[in-house]
């Protein structure tokens, strides 16, 4: 459902926006306005309006559609391709951790032992409402 | 208006956290602030609204609010519910992080046994039905504190429903009238905790630690049963209470170990419910309170001068004591839930169910779980009721500061004063001199025993009840001391010698022989100015009683 609806909306950079407002989908979800674009980019921190990843997010897509050529009719659907395994349990002990160093080999930007995100899709409370940290 | 709140522990002592947290929840602390505290409309529980609406005032239409509440718990464990990493509050950051924590590809999630247990016993303790198989399902949010872009919970079949939690609120004009209600619980479900992201508006980046990612969570649904900021409050309070004395959770909302959210709601009694509002960043039960009274009359004013109420998120600006539409949570969101596929279905078993030769390590038994329950704060209360022939509000207070129950029973176990006096010691000297200088209950320079012993030489009146207050502040300037030795070195021994006090007594009366007419000529009262003036002249250590009653002799012959 999801997907289908940003499938449908990112044929509009591509096909210039006129898809935006009057496109329905086979299912009938109904219209795919600007504002849900907007929403989505804001959310996902994907910019649609890159034709190489509206590329690759059509590629997505149309791989997961695939699923949809399998009849499922009376099918009862399965909780989970283990559901008749044991969940393994785990004993509560510390076994991992203490690798701040290797973990942060894998970011871009770090500063101090922090991970550096860029100011996405989180409202940012202002500085001096910011509580101090806990140590003092 | 419902009565005041209980007097709090003190959750505003240490405030921790300076991150907004871009997760799940808002998180902000709060020093104080103000709140308007006006609600309209009480009532106690949806199935009692229709009831007890009142008469509208002046053509004006009664209001009723709805207050349910989503509370956010920590599991108290060693390590996260799907990794081995340490769960611990203020490391350094990113130092309690395992790869799966950081969601790096081909790790997979092991679930820790410890907190299935404290779900079960948390389900149990609330009344609830522990559902013996429950399914993980995979919530999806875009936040750079949750590495996988998922959320690990129990969408579809969380592990325990249709519970109930009961609370009592002090009301009547001294507070010494308990009425009981009860909150229905939706559900409790296991969950991951996000990490945490740290704003720096100045170089526009976020900061992310992942020290919290990944902690086992317990979320506890509550039933829109609740009519006010107090009842709600009171309800965590009791909650909280519950999950410490179970050890499932620590609980301590300064340290973001238990987080609320409200959904309220306000209509006309007898008429539907009214649009909801979600309110975050409840993170102290004294605010908890206030933002929900603010957050009621808003939606009251709204309606009554011709608003409407949109179904949006708020959060609580403890500072200026509103709540304010939180702009990231604009529109509905799709978390579009999944089944979790790599982990099989949990499946619990009772006595009955128990598989034959199955690895216990790998079995959790309800039963066995249930007998493991200790006695829950309700009961408690119950007990100290009964045992010492408590008032509620005093059982309410001795269970409403860490360690003060614990400590009142050490000083019951050595001492052969009364339980009632042991009480009134404890609560109003004792947690006065506390709450003073802002200690805990391990903080304090007094210990039970030397209390005790205090007790014991009021009760076997070798000191007055006026000179044990001066051997306390004694006790606790001056650590180290026995009572008796600060009784001895400061002469506090009450006076018995009868001849001596009785010599007193006659001097008193020959210096003031207008206060000896006055009481000769009927005013009895007066008798009082002479047992002051003795009592002055043996240093207050004198019994009143012992002299009253010498002065009364002497008087009437």
Known sequence: MWARAVWLGLRAPLGGRRGLTSTTDPQGSGRITV???????????????????????????????????????????MESVLEDRCLY???????????????????????????????????????????????? | MAAPMLRWGSPGRRWALAWGDGGFRQRRGSPTGSASNRVRGQSSGAQQLLDTAQKPRKGKHEWAALVGLEIHAQISSNSKLFS????????????????????????????NRRCVEAAVMTGLALNCHINKKSLFDRKHYFYADLPAGYQITQQRLPIAVNGSLTYSICTGKKQSQMITKTVRIKQIQLEQDSGKSLHDDLRSQTLIDLNRAGVGLLEVVLEPDMSCGEEAATAVRELQLILQALGTSQANMAEGQLRVDANISVHHPGEPWGIRTEVKNLNSIKFLAKAIDYEIQRQIDELENGGEILNETRSFDYKLGCTMPMRDKEGKQDYRFMPEPNLPPLLLYDATSLP????????????????????LPR?????????????????????????????????????????????????????GYLKQQNLAISESPVTPSALAELLDLLDSKAISSSAAKQVFDELWKNEGKTPAQIVSEKQLELMQDQEALEQLCCAAMELHPQVVMDVKKGHPRAINKLIGIVRKMTLNRADPA?????????LSS
């Not at chain 1, 990843?53 to 009376?74: H, I, Y």
């Not at chain 1, 004993?91 to 973990?103: F, H, I, K, Q, T």
């Not at chain 2, 081995?84 to 679930?111: C, E, I």
């Open chain 2, 356 to 375: 034959a030769g199955t690895d216990s390590q790998q079995v959790i038994n309800i039963d066995q779980i249930r007998e493991r329950l200790p006695e």
């Open chain 2, 379 to 431: 009961v408690t209360r119950e007990r100290l009721i009964q045992q010492y022939g408590m008032l509620p509000e005093h059982g309410f207070a001795l269970l409403n500061e860490v360690g003060l129950l614990e400590f009142f029973q050490n000083v019951i176990k050595e001492t052969r004063a009364e339980p009632k006096k042991v009480t009134s010691w404890v609560l109003n000297i004792f947690l």
């Open chain 1, 89 to 136: 349990l785990r004993s509560d002990n510390v076994v991992e951790g203490n690798c701040a160093e290797e973990l942060l080999q894998n970011s871009h930007r770090v500063v101090e032992e922090y991970f550096v995100a860029p100011p996405g899709n989180i409202s940012l409370p202002k500085l001096d409402e910011q509580e101090p940290f806990p140590h003092s």
């Open chain 2, 84 to 111: 081995g990493s340490q769960v611990r509050f203020a490391a350094p950051p990113n130092s309690l992080v395992s790869f799966f924590d950081a969601s790096l590809p081909g790790t997979l999630p092991v679930l």
């Open chain 2, 546 to 554: 012992v002299i009253k009653e010498i002065l009364e002799k002497k």
């Open chain 1, 35 to 77: 504002e849900v674009i907007e929403h989505l980019e804001r959310l996902a921190l994907v910019d649609f309006g890159s034709r190489e990843a509206v590329a690759r997010l059509e590629k997505a897509v149309a791989f997961a559609d695939r699923l949809r050529a399998v009849d499922t009719d009376g099918v009862e659907p």
